[in-house]
C-alpha cells in the first residue's frame, strides 16, 4: 500500500502562487508515477498535471505555462508549484500515486483563489 499526505493549500488572491507537497510513504518502490488531480464542487475530478519516474511530465491545458509538477526521489516527495491562481483554479487538490497494480489518493488539500 501507499499512503498521500498533501500540504501547502489555502487561500490567495487571484495572480499569486502557492506550492502543494505531497509526502508518499509504504511501498513506494512500486510506485511508477505521481500526479496531482482536483475536484471543485459540483463538478467532477480532473488531472491538472502528472509526472513518471522518468520524469516525464502531462499537464492539462488549463495549466499549462502557469503551474509545474516535480518530484524528490530521495525525499519521496511530489510538488505542484501554481503561478498566475485564477479564481477558476479553486478545488480540492488531490495527490495520486500509481503503481502496476492500483492507484492511491491522498485525502486533499483546499485551494481557493479569490478574485
Known amino acids: 500500500q501507499v499512503h498521500l499526505a498533501e500540504s501547502g493549500g489555502g487561500l490567495v488572491q487571484a495572480g499569486g502562487s502557492l506550492r502543494l507537497s505531497c509526502a508518499a510513504s509504504?511501498?513506494?518502490?512500486?510506485?511508477?508515477?505521481l500526479g496531482w488531480y482536483r475536484q471543485a464542487p459540483g463538478k467532477q475530478r480532473d488531472m491538472v498535471a502528472t509526472i513518471t519516474s522518468l520524469g516525464r511530465t502531462n499537464y492539462a491545458h488549463s495549466v499549462k505555462g502557469r503551474f509545474t509538477i516535480s518530484r524528490d526521489n530521495a525525499k519521496n516527495t511530489v510538488f505542484l508549484q501554481m503561478n498566475s491562481l485564477k479564481p477558476e483554479d479553486t478545488a480540492l487538490y488531490y495527490c495520486y500515486a500509481e503503481t502496476r497494480w492500483d492507484g492511491y489518493w491522498g485525502q486533499g488539500t483546499q485551494v481557493t483563489v479569490s478574485s
Open positions: 509504504g511501498s513506494i518502490l512500486d510506485i511508477s508515477a
